[in-house]
């Protein structure tokens, strides 16, 4: 299975810190149409996480928007890096 981590905290969150082969998309970019996702297929299994959970869940509705339909909240660094690594 195809999956691709989204890490939607802002640069200097990032750079804090991510999850390894995480991409660093925030909302703004993802309401901006996310240009970084145009090579990836739209039926790719999207991990999306954030700090506490609420900027993911935002950004999955803006990537369902976007075509993405198999999307999942994984809310933070470290319940990524448990459940889906």
Do not use: Q, W
Not at 32 to 51: F, Q
């Amino acid at each position: 299975m195809t999956r691709t981590i989204i890490d939607v905290r802002e640069p200097i969150e990032f750079r804090a810190g991510h999850v390894k082969g995480a991409i660093n998309i925030p909302p703004r970019k993802l309401l901006a149409g996310a240009g970084e996702l145009n090579d990836i297929p739209k039926s790719t299994e999207l991990i999306v996480y954030c700090r506490t959970g609420n900027r993911s869940a935002v950004s999955i509705n803006i990537l369902k928007t976007l075509g993405y339909n198999n999307v999942i909240n994984g809310i933070n660094k470290d319940r990524v890096e448990a459940e889906y690594l």
